[in-house]
């Protein structure tokens, strides 16, 4: 199985429009009118939501190119860069096994 193992990436992932039409968006207070500040505002809120809901994720993938992702929400990076190391280590020591037998 961890012959299977590609790579292993670590990630953010996030939702780019609302960060583009946050700042397009926030481009309408230089129109200094009513409709310009709400639309700043709007996109201020948009701009906010965009760097809240940014997500660290832990990317498996496969020889076969299917991944499996999980969020690393709660684990320092410290701990993240041992789990990734881990996996790493325990699949060198595999293929080692596995051409030792050879």
Same mark, same amino acid.
């Given at each position: 199985? $961890?012959n299977?193992?590609?790579?292993i990436? %670590?990630?953010?992932?996030?939702n +780019?429009?609302?960060?583009?039409?946050?700042?397009? =968006?926030?481009?309408?207070?230089f129109?200094?009118?009513?409709?310009?500040?709400?639309?700043?505002?709007?996109g201020?809120?948009?701009?906010?939501?965009?760097? $809240?809901?940014?997500?660290?994720v832990i990317? %498996?993938i496969?020889?076969?190119? +299917?991944s499996?992702?999980?969020?690393t929400?709660g =684990?320092?990076?410290?701990q993240?860069?041992?789990?990734v190391?881990?996996?790493?280590?325990?699949?060198?020591?595999?293929?080692?096994?596995?051409f030792?037998?050879?």
């Amino acid at each position: 199985m $961890l012959n299977e193992i590609a790579t292993i990436e %670590i990630v953010y992932v996030d939702n +780019r429009i609302y960060l583009i039409i946050g700042i397009i =968006l926030c481009l309408g207070i230089f129109t200094l009118n009513v409709i310009g500040l709400a639309c700043a505002l709007f996109g201020g809120g948009l701009l906010a939501y965009y760097f $809240l809901s940014k997500k660290h994720v832990i990317s %498996i993938i496969s020889s076969a190119s +299917r991944s499996i992702d999980f969020e690393t929400k709660g =684990l320092k990076t410290k701990q993240i860069m041992r789990f990734v190391d881990q996996i790493e280590s325990a699949k060198q020591l595999y293929e080692i096994e596995l051409f030792s037998k050879i």
